[in-house]
């Protein structure tokens, strides 16, 4: 089996859904106004993230060209890992194509507009509310996870012996 048939579908398919639900996010929704999906829990709030993930800050002018370049080195490394890849290892292929896909979404958005990326995914319960994200975090999310299992799975954490 080869690993491009797991990679390219997943991350093109992830970041044209990141890219669509972004538009049609920002062509229906007014900034900062809540649309209930399920109830209070989830719902949709179109804001739009300067920062680094889920709000970290970054402080300087230079924020979009220094996360724009981080994102890019990131990118980079992926690529170094996916060359490493055994294409037996399809938990790790799926991740480094999860994270690869929502990397790119918020690259694309960060260089499309200063406004910054656009979140919208907003999950909480009454006034506990977590950070508002997109569809691009999600695979970055659970890509990672995957990653994390993956290293543990096929040794490239060290085991101990017992």
Not at 21 to 41: F, I, Q, T, Y
Not at 90 to 95: D, Y
Not at 121 to 145: C, E, K, P, Q, S
């Amino acid at each position: 089996m080869r690993k491009a048939r797991w990679f390219w579908p997943l991350a093109l398919a992830l970041l044209v859904a990141d890219c669509a639900s972004k538009r049609v996010v920002e062509s229906h929704l007014a900034v900062g106004e809540p649309h209930p999906l399920m109830g209070n829990v989830v719902r949709f709030t179109l804001s739009y993230n300067t920062n680094a993930a889920m709000g970290i800050q970054l402080g300087g002018n230079e924020r979009r060209l220094v996360l724009s370049l981080l994102t890019i080195a990131a990118l980079g490394v992926l690529a170094y890992l996916y060359r490493r890849t055994h294409a037996s290892e399809r938990l790790r292929v799926i991740g480094v194509a999860l994270v690869s896909g929502g990397a790119l979404g918020n690259l694309l958005d960060r260089l499309r507009s200063s406004a910054g990326v656009v979140d919208f995914i907003d999950v909480g319960v009454r006034n506990v509310r977590f950070w508002t994200f997109n569809v691009a975090d999600m695979g970055i999310t659970i890509g990672a996870l995957l990653l994390l299992l993956a290293l543990g799975r096929w040794g490239g954490v060290a085991q101990q012996g017992g």
